[in-house]
């Protein structure tokens, strides 16, 4: 099984560090993760050695850190799935996910999610990898979502999210246009009281900032593109609704319409990252799913913006 290590080479510049020092400085690790990995026989080697954090190191040594879940941590259950992967490498894989599909196991849902479909692709592939989201999309929602393979790689990521270096953008059909060609929802969002699902905007709840642009708009319809500044759960689909837009087929905040689609028209189509390890920017797109393209044919015949997507 492929276990992923990361290596540093002690240059004189590092000799006679401690291998804290060096884990923590010089490779990112958090104290998390170290935590996590030091009791392992492989966790922490200098030349194939097991050692403490404690210990310095010399010029010419090599130290190594596991980077792989240990054999005991706690996954979802391997079941073999649809999956549609744009990109995977050691330390990431991007998919693009079907709509209808739950990310993580849940109540009624132990066997037939993301997570599981990924498990018994990493088994099949004989990777030792374990399935670690950096982002979650709803239910009905389809597109990019990224997983790392290890808690590092997800630690990282995550601390990309919602800034210039992790950029989601979507695509959404709503009933209605927009009253400007682009603009910025900024409306916090907080549970619904009663409701364990449903979501509200509220004065005491969480920030939440969306910024859209107006694609086309016909036949009191419209095609936009948005772009998460926050992560809120329903963030797209409350925000949308709350300045009179709600998505095509939204059964919860806006009108469910299965002749025209079975689920919210909400498709995540690029995201832009920092690769968590080698520093490389990397950019993927995801193509649109039959049901939401047949939408936007139906709905803009003669739209130019279209095109692009």
């Known amino acids: 099984m492929r276990i992923r290590y990361l290596q540093l080479h002690i240059t004189p510049e590092l000799d006679a560090l401690e291998v804290n020092t060096l884990l923590r400085r010089h490779l990112g690790l958090s104290g998390t993760v170290l935590r996590r990995i030091k009791w392992l026989e492989d966790g922490i080697l200098l030349d194939g050695e097991r050692v403490t954090v404690r210990r310095r190191v010399s010029a010419g040594q090599t130290l190594s850190v596991r980077l792989s879940d240990p054999p005991d941590a706690e996954q979802p259950v391997p079941t073999p799935g649809p999956l549609d992967i744009l990109y995977e490498d050691e330390d990431l894989v991007v998919v693009n996910k079907q709509p209808g599909i739950l990310i993580h196991p849940s109540h009624g849902h132990y066997e037939d999610t993301l997570g599981n479909y990924l498990m018994a692709h990493y088994a099949a592939c004989d990777d030792g990898a374990g399935f670690h989201p950096v982002h979650r999309l709803d239910k009905g929602t389809?597109?990019?979502?990224?997983?790392?393979?290890?808690p590092h790689g997800q630690e990282r990521l995550k601390a990309q999210l919602h800034t210039?270096?992790?950029r989601r953008r979507y695509l959404a059909v709503c009933e209605g246009c927009p009253p400007h060609p682009e603009g910025t929802v900024d409306a916090p969002i907080a549970l619904k009281d009663g409701s364990l699902m449903a979501r509200e905007i509220r004065a005491d709840g969480q920030k939440a900032i969306t910024h859209y642009r107006v694609l086309d708009c016909a036949?009191?319809?419209?095609?936009v593109e948005l772009e998460l500044e926050t992560g809120r759960t329903h963030q797209i689909r409350l925000h949308m609704a709350h300045i009179g837009c709600p998505l095509t087929g939204d059964f919860l905040y806006g009108r469910e319409d299965t002749s025209l689609i079975s689920r919210p028209a909400l498709h995540s189509r690029r995201t832009d990252l920092i690769h968590p390890l080698t520093g490389r920017e990397l950019s993927f797109t995801a193509p649109l799913p039959q049901d939401i393209s047949s939408l936007i044919e139906r709905s803009f015949p003669h739209g130019k913006e279209r095109r692009a997507f």
């Open 219 to 223: 036949g009191g319809r419209s095609l």
């Open 164 to 166: 210039g270096a992790f």
């Open 142 to 150: 389809s597109g990019i979502l990224v997983a790392a393979k290890h």
